[in-house]
């Protein structure tokens, strides 16, 4: 079988895995070694799985390919010992994920960000994935594959993921899910569900599927105005599913869910107003929402940044109107590794 056509078996839930070793032949408790090696031992060759029969490590790896991403690239930041990791494809496509260090030192929160499209459709106007325009969906392998390498370069044992690099993870719900599942399994990273994180723009249709179909991990969404004519500027998808519905949907629904809810507010210098925390203030009048505050960063969208005095006056009325929010401070600002900064590098660099 030629490399090209191999399937990936990091594609492959642990029921499909069974069903594999099944066909071979062999116990279904040999599925769950498989997981161990793949994501607790996280090695790098079917060569390595040394409990496996030379037969079996034969015969997995004429099927199945192990390792869906080649590493490209790695940037550290001088500033804060953020990692910003670039990947190839099987087919040629780049992807980037992100290492932040939340204290810049290996005991404070580490996270992994991670890419779920190869580009993105949804156009927000502050991002430099949308650029690249949209190329297509990643596999549950090509997800998995990036905190494989991460942790493997990194020497990471436990970690939050945050579905928030390149793409839209609504977009790619099926593959996203596998992939979280895979996370989350014990057999798999064992990462608690209170570690993972999905971030959507707001696709209307899919958070509802998401609550009915009662999914565990944290959500998050990109608000980024409150009001819905200047988010319309910004963000393309408030035409299509606008945040007034989402809201309603919310309303109706996320009390009774057991998800933890995150609203991602990036400050832009003319969306800090008085009266846009006004407007905050009404749409947090349910209190468990949380809003994520994060200054805009630089780069070549147009947009003016607000000054650290402008950003603590806003944070200070918030704070007096009772609305939940932190601020989350930028990583990686100098390898452009914050948000809204992934931008696959070799697209722009072959223009
Ligand atoms: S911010 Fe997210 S949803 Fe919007 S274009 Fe960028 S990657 Fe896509």
């Not at 642990?14 to 161990?36: C, H, M, S, T, W």
């Not at 929402?289 to 994060?294: A, D, M, S, Y």
Request: proline share 4%; glycine share 6%.
């Amino acid at each position: 079988m030629s490399e090209m056509n191999k399937a990936f078996i990091k594609n492959l839930p642990i029921d499909a895995v069974e069903r594999v070793f099944a066909a071979l032949g062999e116990k279904p408790y040999r599925a769950k070694q498989l997981f161990n090696w793949l994501y607790e031992k996280n090695v790098g060759s079917f060569h390595d799985m040394t409990n496996f029969s030379k037969e079996l490590r034969q015969g997995l790896d004429d099927s199945y390919e192990l390792s869906a991403l080649v590493l490209e690239d790695r940037l550290v930041s001088a500033l804060d010992g953020t990692e910003k990791y670039l990947f190839k494809t099987r087919d040629g496509h780049f992807i980037e994920s992100v290492l932040i260090r939340r204290d810049g030192t290996d005991e404070g929160r580490l996270t992994v960000c991670v890419s779920s499209q190869v580009g993105c459709p949804m156009g927000c106007g502050f991002c430099q994935t949308a650029r690249i325009g949209f190329k297509r969906n990643l596999e549950p392998a090509e997800i998995l594959d990036q905190l494989c390498h991460v942790r493997r370069i990194s020497d990471l044992r436990n970690n939050n993921v945050v579905f928030m690099g390149m793409g839209e993870p609504f977009l790619n719900y099926e593959n996203v899910l596998t992939a979280a599942d895979i996370m989350n399994y014990s057999y798999g990273f064992h990462l608690s569900v209170r570690k993972i994180t999905i971030s959507t723009c707001g696709i209307l249709p899919a958070i509802e599927r998401y609550i009915d179909e009662k999914r565990p991990y944290n959500l998050a969404i990109s608000l980024n105005d409150a009001d819905p004519v200047k988010r319309a500027r910004f963000m393309p998808v408030e035409k299509k599913y606008p945040i007034e519905s989402v809201a309603a949907l919310l309303e109706e629904k996320f009390p009774v869910s057991r998800n933890r809810l995150t609203l991602e507010y990036i400050m832009r210098k003319d969306n800090i107003s008085s009266e846009d925390a006004g407007r905050l203030k009404k749409m947090f009048r349910h209190g468990w929402i949380k809003l994520n505050l994060i200054p805009l960063n630089r780069g070549d969208h147009g947009m003016e940044l607000p000054s650290v005095g402008e950003v603590e006056r806003f944070v200070k009325e918030l704070e007096i109107m009772n609305v939940p929010v932190s601020v989350r401070k930028s990583s990686g600002t100098d390898i452009d590794g914050a948000c809204g900064q992934l931008s696959g590098r070799r697209y722009h660099e072959a223009k």
